[in-house]
């Protein structure tokens, strides 16, 4: 499995839309769907503002992990705030299985050590228990149970925070 990851940019706006659109419905079903005006290149173009907005800022790097040329994941520190970032990923329903997920993990660990960060956090909502396998493979621990503090497609969904201190 070849992949590499790039931060995200301008230029990756139309790659990035078709990413989005051909799993939207595969996302949807754990997380809360996007508004649709984001599902148009003036969205996306807009999204990846306000990202690059938050990267100049030092609150947030946003990447894009591509295999064989075509994005497969997306992968962020996110509400980066003195040495703590929380983390995300979304994989392609196509790539779901294959370690990208992992390899997501992984990269934000690195990148999170070159940015001097100290501590990393992810939620995990119950519908999605694939996540927490994969952060436990890269040494996060449980820390923290929010009992149905989440909504999603009209159910209640616990959370979960994990969190790996950076050496």
Known sequence: MCIHFELVSHRHAR???????????FFE??????????YSEAGVHAHIESMLTLSQ????QFYLAFRAGEIVARANLNKITGGDAEIGYR????????GIG????????????????????????SNNRASEYVLRKHRFEWVQSQPNAYQHQGKSLHGFVYALSLS
């Open 15 to 25: 790659a990035l839309l078709q990413f989005e659109c051909a799993s939207r419905g």
């Open 29 to 38: 079903r754990y997380i809360a769907a996007r508004p649709a005006e984001f």
């Open 57 to 60: 800022q030092k609150h947030g």
């Open 91 to 98: 994989v392609s329903e196509q790539a779901v299985g294959h």
């Open 102 to 125: 992992s390899a997501c993990v992984g990269y934000l660990v690195e990148a999170a050590n070159g940015l001097g960060l100290q501590t990393m956090s992810a939620i995990v909502m």
